[in-house]
């Protein structure tokens, strides 16, 4: 899915923007649907849309999308999610935004969609239930909003998600490939500190290092979890994600002067030559406000992932059932089997699926 810039933008970018065919939603051949009522605008700047459906169910589901890439163009006013027919077609009404930045914006994400969901209950009513559903980042961003607001929500889907402290998924998932890749391919990478380093690097230069040393890059596939086809790519994006926190966080926001490497313990060298970084205190104190998973949640909570995801590995897979089970709450996170191959690779049966799981949590639980 990541083979080119090209392909790894429309496969991976996460921020899911297309208008969704209404012809693919007949394909039983159906007759069609009252048109959704429809409201778009800006709330403090930021671009929103809100659908409800003709036989609105009095339910709300707030959609949080994925990493967008700084400067990416955005449209305005925002269109219908590609996955906001799901929740539609379930009688559901759907309230979705951009956020106030780009990037690591999950700060941003979790404020503006608690404006959202708040000006949604303004200019229409309270729903009698309300789900957050994420995307890739936008899983941890849901996660982040049902500790921080779920009295406000009944339960939350995590779809691909980053299910992971913001510092643990930048030190273990982001930095982790790139000081690895230098290790066995010195000097390709820029430095990765320097605010004028480039914000993004040549895929192509790093596919024609891999060739260099195979031994090395087949290393790397195996402890990365990667393939040959995704691992460029997938350095590619952990780059250009640590460059821009880096720069948002004015600092290195995590600190690896004693991390151990586990996945490499079988090289010998490994830990000595790998290069470490000190982390500034305040650019760390940003990332773990943006945020910070506890496991303290009071509702429902369903994670869904792919079998095979060449951005998030299944190493975190554990990591969020853990911290709720540390905390008391095990029984509110429900884990689906992986299904399908890629990051965020769902047919929107499978998403209504994991959904459905979801509602029936919530009725089991008696949630609000």
């Not at 104190?285 to 009071?298: D, E, F, P, R, V």
Request: some cysteine; charged content about 20%; overall charge negative.
């Amino acid at each position: 899915m990541r083979g080119s810039l090209g392909s790894w933008l429309l496969g991976v970018l996460l921020v899911s923007s297309a208008s969704y065919p209404s012809s693919a939603l007949m394909a039983s051949g159906a007759a069609p649907e009252a048109a959704p009522r429809t409201s778009a605008g800006a709330l403090d700047g930021v671009p929103y849309r809100i659908d409800i459906p003709a036989n609105w169910n009095g339910d709300l589901v707030v959609l949080m999308h994925g990493y967008e890439p700084k400067g990416v163009p955005r449209q305005n006013p925002w269109p219908q999610t590609e996955e906001a027919p799901v929740f539609l077609s379930r009688g559901y009404a759907v309230a979705a935004s951009a956020f106030a930045s780009q990037g690591w914006a999950v700060g941003d994400a979790v404020e503006n969609s608690e404006k959202l969901r708040e000006f949604f209950i303004k200019e229409n009513r309270k729903p009698h239930h309300a789900y957050v559903v994420g995307f890739s980042l936008g899983g941890l961003e849901a996660l982040a909003t049902m500790e921080r607001y779920g009295h406000e929500y009944s339960g939350a889907l995590s779809m691909c998600g980053v299910n992971v402290s913001a510092p643990d998924i930048v030190a273990r998932g982001v930095l982790t490939p790139l000081v690895a890749f230098d290790v066995y391919f010195p000097g390709v990478l820029p430095d990765l500190t320097d605010p004028a380093s480039p914000p993004m690097v040549d895929q192509g230069r790093i596919e024609e290092a891999l060739k260099t040393n195979p031994e090395g890059a087949a290393r790397l596939q195996d402890r990365l979890q990667e393939t040959s086809a995704t691992l460029p790519g997938s350095l590619m994006l952990d780059y250009m994600v640590l460059h821009e926190i880096v720069q948002r966080a004015g600092g290195m926001p995590v600190d690896t002067t004693k991390t151990n490497y586990p996945e490499f313990a079988d090289d010998g060298h490994f830990n000595k030559k790998v290069h470490r970084y000190k982390g500034t205190p305040s650019a760390m104190a940003y990332l773990a406000s943006n945020a910070t998973l506890t496991g303290k949640i009071t509702a429902p909570v369903v994670l869904q992932r792919n079998a095979f995801d060449p951005t998030i590995p299944s190493r975190f897979d554990t990591v969020y059932p853990r911290l709720a089970k540390a905390a008391g709450t095990a029984s509110k996170v429900t884990v689906l089997p992986p299904i399908g191959e890629g990051h965020c690779a769902f047919t929107h049966e499978e998403i209504g699926n994991a959904f459905d799981v979801l509602v029936k949590r919530v009725g089991e639980a008696g949630a609000h």
